[in-house]
């Protein structure tokens, strides 16, 4: 079993930043063999595509909602990616949830491809 644990969200105005960590535990993980990725989801809106790095952070994905304002990294060391958002906007109001990847597989822009999801948190900007 894997744990997922968000934090770091919570209420900003536009165009201010907010950095989101998502804890990893579990006796079979490893953030080492594991890519990762950030879905977030608005009341009455699908799951969206956010970000994903793989499992050594060479490569890092983006939704078009995103990109160029928030970025993804990880800290296999510690267990921990995280997303870094800046100049957020009211639209990026969402619940945001991290989720694994099975070990070996390659990041995916695909929320039914992710094995392992926290438990999300919130992020809300105001106008």
């Known amino acids: 079993q894997v744990q997922l644990l968000e934090s770091g969200g919570g209420l900003v105005q536009a165009g201010g930043s907010l950095r989101l960590s998502c804890a990893a535990s579990?006796?079979?993980?490893?953030?080492?063999?594991?890519?990762m990725g950030w879905f977030r989801q608005a009341p009455g809106k699908e799951r969206e595509f956010v970000a994903a790095?793989?499992?050594?952070?060479?490569?890092?994905y983006y939704g078009d909602a995103v990109k160029g304002r928030f970025t993804i990294s990880r800290d296999n060391a510690k267990n921990t990616v995280y997303l870094q958002m800046n100049s957020l906007k009211p639209e990026d109001t969402a619940v945001y949830y991290c989720?694994?990847?099975?070990?070996?597989?390659?990041?995916?822009?695909?929320?039914?491809?992710?094995?392992?999801w926290g438990q999300g948190t919130q992020v809300t900007v105001s106008p």
């Open positions: 579990g006796r079979t993980f490893s953030t080492y063999s594991t890519a």
């Open positions: 790095i793989s499992r050594s952070a060479d490569n890092t």
């Open positions: 989720a694994t990847m099975p070990p070996y597989n390659p990041p995916s822009r695909s929320w039914s491809r992710y094995d392992y």
